[in-house]
C-alpha cells in the first residue's frame, strides 16, 4: 500500500479507536487522527514482527491491529495530558 492508503487506514482505525473510547480528548479530532495514523503504522509494525502479517496489503487483520494500536495510543494520550 502506499502512503496516502496508509494515512486513510488510520483515519478509519482512529475514528473507530474513538467510538471505542467515547470522551473529551485534549487534542480534538486533530489528535485523535494522528494518534490513529500512528496506531495503525505501530499496529502494522508489531503485527509484522511477531509474523502475523506483512504491512504490504489490507485484510482483517492488519486493520484489527491498526485498531488496536490506535486504542492504545489513545489511552496513553489521555493518561499522559490528564496528567500534565
Not at 496489503?57 to 496528567?83: C, E, H, K, Q, T
Amino acid at each position: 500500500m502506499g502512503i496516502l492508503s496508509w494515512i486513510v487506514f488510520g483515519l478509519i482505525a482512529g475514528a473507530l479507536a474513538k467510538l471505542v473510547m467515547p470522551g473529551d480528548d485534549p487534542g480534538g479530532i486533530v489528535m485523535t487522527t494522528a494518534l490513529g495514523v500512528a496506531g495503525a503504522l505501530i499496529g502494522g509494525f508489531v503485527g509484522s514482527t511477531l509474523g502475523w502479517g506483512a504491512i504490504d496489503g489490507f485484510d482483517m487483520r492488519s486493520f484489527g491491529l491498526a485498531i488496536v494500536g490506535s486504542i492504545i495510543l489513545l489511552g496513553g494520550y489521555r493518561l499522559v495530558r490528564r496528567d500534565a
